[in-house]
């Protein structure tokens, strides 16, 4: 267990609709990163976050968007989906922003129908 | 364009024998690196990470080595068990740019017994 928490485990939803991912990040864990893993493919960076604040950002679409709250959680939010988004999602959180020592939760599995 | 990449995506070895799975990037201002292994239906696991001020270094039953010449690293697996089939990622962190780490495809690791 990385101490990670990621909600829901999975999650079926028609397109065009509108999702919600929650990450809880490990005990004392500032930074946040969101990663996106399609059939047999490697994880894509989206997007990090760092005490609150947007520290750095991938290959995220403008229909995605994140946030990370006062309490350290951090939510993603996928907007208009398409098939194409069916993916698992991950979520990393870390002590500082800079990358070291990232430990990822088990993912959120998202099915687009 | 700069990447992390991996040699061979597919490594299958006999149980008991050493593994030794490779990885070259191409971000010379890259300053520390990751290993991860992913088991099916799993968030990726940390396993062991170094330094761009090292040239190796080593966990229970796991070595890394970094040739920074080369921009070549590498992780070995010492006697391999049916435990250790999944897939590796290695995870290149950028000190420049928008991404933080930045993760390879991954290589298949499968254990014959």
């Known amino acids: 267990d990385s101490g990670v928490t990621q909600t829901p485990k999975h999650l079926i939803t028609a397109t065009g609709q509108r999702v919600t991912l929650r990450c809880s990040p490990r005990?004392?864990?500032?930074?946040v990163y969101w990663y996106q893993q399609s059939l047999d493919q490697g994880l894509q960076f989206l997007i990090q976050?760092?005490?609150?604040?947007?520290?750095a950002k991938g290959n995220i679409l403008e229909r995605f968007s994140a946030q990370q709250f006062p309490d350290l959680h951090s939510e993603l939010n996928l907007s208009s989906l398409e098939l194409g988004d069916s993916a698992l999602y991950f979520c990393?959180?870390?002590?500082?922003?800079?990358?070291?020592?990232?430990?990822f939760g088990q993912g959120t599995r998202l099915t687009v129908v | 364009g700069e990447s992390v990449g991996l040699h061979l995506p597919t490594l299958s070895v006999q149980e008991g024998d050493n593994s030794i799975i490779n990885c070259a990037y191409s971000?010379?201002?890259?300053?520390?690196f990751i290993w991860y292994k992913q088991e099916s239906g799993k968030g990726p696991q940390f396993i062991i990470d170094?330094?761009?001020?090292?040239d190796k270094r080593q966990g229970q039953r796991v070595t890394v080595l970094l040739n920074k010449t080369v921009k070549h690293l590498s992780l070995q697996i010492a006697a391999t068990q049916p435990g250790d089939s999944a897939v590796y990622f290695c995870?290149?962190?950028?000190?420049?740019?928008?991404?933080?780490?930045?993760f390879g495809q991954g290589t298949r690791l499968t254990i014959n017994p």
């Open positions: 990393a959180s870390s002590v500082e922003g800079d990358g070291t020592e990232a430990f």
């Open positions: 005990s004392g864990d500032l930074s």
């Open positions: 976050y760092y005490n609150g604040e947007e520290r």
């Open positions: 971000n010379s201002a890259s300053d520390y």
């Open positions: 170094i330094r761009s001020n090292m």
């Open positions: 995870a290149e962190n950028r000190v420049q740019g928008a991404q933080k780490l930045v």
